[in-house]
């Protein structure tokens, strides 16, 4: 884990400040995280306990072992949270993250062509990430 970072939604009606976090963001590519992103959902992973949240929160409960939020007064995407895992925050929340390099993207079996991403990061198909991630289960 890495220091601590501040951000808000795009309105400033939610402030988030993560007071730990990975130091990288990942990608995935998987269904449900395409039709809330618009293409591939970038998440920067942070304990629970290091999470500090203000503000208008809304959330839809996605499936059966995750929930995902969003500012109530403007829309921004917050997070993803599996029930018993880290917070999976928004890394265009904060400024600071744009240093933030990728270390891994999950359903690149799912992937648009449009959204090839480059680099020497791991990657990871349906099944290899189902397999290592068993709650998961083809839900997504």
């Known amino acids: 884990m890495t220091g601590s970072m501040t951000g808000h939604c795009l309105c400033g009606a939610v402030t988030l400040s993560a007071l730990s976090h990975a130091g990288t963001v990942s990608a995935c590519h998987c269904s449900m995280c395409r039709r809330w992103s618009g293409a591939a959902m970038w998440v920067l992973e942070a304990p629970v306990?290091?999470?500090?949240v203000a503000g208008?929160?809304?959330?839809?409960?996605?499936?059966s072992f995750a929930e995902r939020a969003w500012c109530g007064a403007c829309g921004t995407q917050l997070w993803i949270k599996d029930d018993d895992g880290p917070y999976e925050l928004m890394p265009g929340l904060f400024d600071d993250a744009r240093d933030l390099s990728l270390s891994h993207e999950i359903?690149?079996?799912q992937a648009f062509v449009s959204v090839t991403l480059s680099g020497g990061?791991?990657?990871?198909?349906?099944?290899?990430?189902e397999a290592a991630e068993r709650h998961v289960g083809g839900e997504k």
């Open 49 to 52: 306990g290091a999470v500090e």
């Open 56 to 63: 208008p929160v809304e959330r839809y409960r996605s499936s």
């Open 107 to 109: 359903y690149v079996d």
């Open 121 to 129: 990061h791991r990657r990871m198909t349906q099944a290899e990430y």
